[in-house]
């Protein structure tokens, strides 16, 4: 499945790259995130609770940055497990500057197996964009206070 | 005692569900019981690199977790029981736990047993399971090419099975005034019964007993096969299926959660019980059909068919199902001439393993698809040359005075009056009439279609001689007891197994008729291998036309003993005796008389028997009848299609068929009304849906139809009698019928409607959307 998101931050391009990669930032920004920590050079662990629909559970997971290319694109590797299934996707991140703000792209493949599939796949779609929204809006907020406090 | 057979008797089985005190295997609850619930791989094919089960152990209240490598020794893999001979078959059988692979999405990979359902559900999450993603193959067409990933890897191109039968030289096609062809796909369909599968298992460890009660259609198939499986004496193991909610074919295969829950009592010696979930049922319980049909039928302008050749690539699923390998060769290659005189046939059936649920019968089991190919070829012959549906059938069904009638498959279809029904059908549905209306209609752009099914169907299994001869792991006769205790009261006991099809009123009103009793003083007595010495199941429409032939036989036998004791009392010769409506009395003195009552008591109490009879009074029968029966029929459908929105709109459906000889036409009418739901469910709405890596994604009930009482018009079922000789009863069979019929009348209804747009085939489910694109796309055409 395929799932595009563009979200437009008020905050300058090099300013929304440094910290949509910083640690605490996507701690306190990924929805349902239980834990979250640096394994290895771009390799992250999460855990994180996820409802689709009616498919609820913990995934636990590797999120992987790769292809940086600063200050406009990245790719992100997403591998989860959970009872309901298992997720793998890969998200590619575009950031374009807009005004004195940054539209960031969100271009994501997903696969999904499991009861994901065979009952979440209907409302999928409507859930990603959801769960990405809160993420970005969260992001925005906690990037804003960051940015705030280095001022 | 009134006529009994033939007559509209409520079912004796429904006080008992209605007010809730029916017994099904989730209602089982034994002391210190245990609940089991399965690890299933979410990937549709994958290696497994590890399984670590220590944090569901350490769970309170988690009993055990097994492995597929704990299992090594203990539980053998569910051998399937159809060795088709003759077709290069690679049979591949279900293993009782995953081990290094899983080869479909719902495939068992571990158990977890527990004190409680709620524990046992919340340790799955637990059991940590490491899976390296393999490339899946779903389609069949797809498996077969060079490069498809393979899903066993020594079967060569995923090819399970090379069928061939029947032949027709090339020059008939070539030199033929007409050849029709057209490639049809049947599609997967997902059995749904109320009841979903399920298991309790208790054993005893200081006899080595094991009980199972399972959801089976055939307990005594279920014993044979688990016997093996667990390595256990038939003769201490138990199978019983006490009120199954229906089956559909879907509780015929033997699986492996059943036998894993029995080795997991008997190896922690506590009961276990497992309650498949709907989920878990999408899933993990056999689909259906999935088969695409090549067919191509040459004949004359004037309508005359010659030949028929049909090429079937069926997709059986990951692992050879119980009878898998029958459903899309014998059943449905013995049928594709349909009831038509087809001088010519052959066909070949491509078996396919993919990275999907296996495969197996669903109601009609091969005869529904064999069906649908030919009714669907004979429309669009009929279009091809400019003639009417109706007239076609009428110029190549097989005449009334040409039965026995021998295939070209080299079947002998055993009665049949097909122009009969046929005709009836027409006058019942006005068809001159809805013609003339279609033409009115149609000037105002209203699309109004009239489909035409004139099917038959091989049922009644079966000759076991035949049996053994396809490759059928087992005899198809059936048994039954009759037992008359010393008041009179009788116990039919039968190896069929009845699961809703009402088998406890149709037995024992073919039995109270012949005794001249009362139908309440007649129990049923099925499904339970420790009361039933043997029989094969419920299955193929052969429950009455041989499981019920069985009992007559085992009733005339109670009859031709208590003739002799009552002549004995009477002091006359048996032939001076004559009996009905239950009294035994001299011919031409009916004072001179005893009760069959009486006569029980007498043979019970054995105080006076006459030399060489022996107590008790029982007839027994092991009957195993001298052919199929080939039950037949006219559907007639009537739809109109919404020109805006490609709706369907069923606004009449007529079968008249033909199922024998009818023991309560009340039950056969509900048959055929279920029937007909399920057909016109493939036809219209049901299919399963596979992502390309091998997700169910229609796996539940909100992305699979399940039609409802609602969709439908009234059917108007009628029924034409031809009996049957190769039974006592003359009955053929009737729960097929609707699936059989069913699908071709409504796909050739919507065609019909459809012709202003040129369109000439679209495959089931004929959904809105579809029919609307294809309007869309196919409209300049008109």
Known sequence: MKLEHTYTFDIPRDVVWKLIQNEEVLKKSIPGCKSFAQMDDGIYQAEMGVSVGPVKGVFTGQVQQVDQKEPSSYRLLVRGKGLPGEIDAVADMRLDEVGQGTQLTCSTEVQVTGVLASVGQRVMGGVAKMVLGQFFKSVDKEMKQLATHSE | ?782
């Open chain 2, 1 to 782: 005692m009134a006529k009994l057979i033939g007559t509209p008797q409520k079912r004796k089985e429904d006080p008992k569900l209605i007010t809730g005190n029916g017994n099904f295997t989730d209602d089982i609850k034994l002391p210190g019981m245990l609940h089991g619930a399965f690890v299933r791989s979410p990937h549709a094919h994958a290696k497994i690199i590890r399984i670590d089960v220590s944090k569901a152990l350490a769970l309170p209240g988690v009993v055990a977790v097994y492995t597929g490598n704990d299992l090594v020794g203990k539980v053998k893999s569910v051998p399937t029981m159809w060795l088709l001979p003759g077709a290069d078959l690679k049979p591949k059988d279900r293993s009782a736990l995953a081990q290094g692979k899983t080869r479909y999405a719902g495939e068992c990979v571990a158990l977890v047993v527990a004190e409680n359902r709620y524990i046992a559900r919340d340790a799955l999450d637990l059991v940590e399971v490491d899976y390296e993603d393999l490339p899946a193959v779903v389609h069949q067409e797809a498996a077969l090419l060079d490069g498809a990933p393979l899903v066993h890897d020594d079967v060569a191109a995923n090819l399970a099975l090379l069928w061939k039968a029947g032949e027709v030289p090339e020059e008939e096609f070539q030199n033929a005034e007409v050849v029709v062809k057209q490639r049809l796909y049947n599609q997967r369909v997902i059995p749904n019964p109320i009841e979903t599968r399920g298991a309790v298992a208790q054993y005893n460890p200081g006899s080595g007993e094991l009980t199972i009660w399972c959801t089976s259609q055939n307990p005594h198939i279920h014993r044979m096969v688990y016997a093996g499986v667990l390595d256990i004496p038939e003769s201490r193991l138990q199978i019983v299926a006490p009120d199954v909610g229906g089956g559909f074919g879907s509780k015929i295969a033997t699986y492996n959660e059943e036998a894993v829950i029995g080795h997991a009592a008997r190896d922690l010696k506590r009961p276990v019980k497992w309650i498949e979930d709907r989920k878990e049922h999408f899933m993990a319980t056999t689909h259906a059909r999935d088969e695409v049909i090549e067919v191509e039928l040459a004949g004359k302008r004037d309508g005359t068919f010659t030949a028929i050749r049909v090429k079937n690539t069926a997709n059986l699923g990951a692992y050879l199902s119980t009878f898998g390998a029958g459903c899309p060769t014998i059943d449905f290659g013995l049928m594709v001439t349909g009831a038509y005189t087809i001088p010519k046939a052959s066909v070949v059936t491509y078996g396919v393993y993919t990275n999907t649920t296996p495969t197996d019968a669903y109601r009609g089991a091969g005869k529904p698809e064999a069906a649908f190919q030919i009714e669907r070829i004979v429309d669009l012959f009929a279009q091809e040359i400019g003639m009417d549906p109706v007239e076609i059938r009428q110029k190549n069904l097989i005449p009334a005075e040409a039965f026995p009638y021998g295939t070209a498959m080299g079947v002998s279809y055993d009665s049949g009056n097909y122009h009969y029904t046929l005709d009836r059908a027409l006058d019942i549905a006005d068809y001159a009439s809805l013609r003339a209306e279609q033409k009115r209609l149609r000037e105002q752009g209203k699309l109004l279609g009239i489909g035409v099914s004139t099917y038959v169907e091989l049922c009644g299994f079966g000759p076991s001689k035949v049996a053994g001869a396809i490759g059928f792991q087992g005899g198809v006769w059936e048994n039954s007891t009759v037992r008359v205790h010393p008041t009179g009261k009788v116990a039919v006991f039968t190896g069929t197994s009845p699961h809703g099809q009402g088998t406890a009123t149709t037995f024992a009103q073919v039995v109270a008729e012949k005794l001249g009793i009362p139908i309440d003083d007649i129990e049923l007595i099925s499904g339970d291998t420790r009361s039933v010495s043997m029989g094969w199941g419920t299955y193929g429409s052969r429950n009455t036309a041989v499981g019920g032939a069985a009992v007559a036989i085992a009733t005339d036998r109670v009859i031709e003993k208590a003739k002799t004791i009552a002549a004995h009392e009477l002091e006359v010769s048996v032939e001076d005796l004559e009996f009905s409506n239950g009294i035994f009395s001299v011919k031409g003195v009916p004072t001179q008389s005893r009760s069959f009552q009486e006569i029980a008591k007498s043979a019970n109490f054995a105080w006076n028997l006459p030399d060489g009879v022996e107590p008790s009074l029982e007839g027994q029968s092991f009957f195993d009848p001298p052919n199929f029966v080939y039950p037949f029929g006219a559907h007639i459908c009537v739809v109109e299609v919404n020109v805006q929105t490609g709706e369907v709109e069923l606004k009449r459906y007529i079968a008249v068929d033909d199922v024998g000889r009818v023991i309560n036409p009340l039950l056969a009418e509900g048959q055929v009304h279920g029937g007909v739901a399920q057909g016109i469910g493939q036809a219209l709405w049901e299919g399963a849906v596979y992502s390309d890596n091998g997700q169910l994604l229609s796996g539940t009930f909100m992305d699979y139809t399940m039609p409802k009482a609602r969709f439908f018009p009234t059917i108007e079922s009628h029924f034409t009698e031809t009996p049957s000789p190769v039974n006592p009863l003359g009955a053929k069979g009737v729960g097929e019928t609707g699936t059989t019929g069913a699908p071709p009348a409504v796909v050739n209804a919507v065609m019909d409607a459809l012709r202003p747009f040129g369109i000439k085939d679209l495959d089931m489910p004929l959904t809105p959307e579809k029919v609307w694109r294809a309007m869309q796309t196919r409209g300049e055409n008109a």
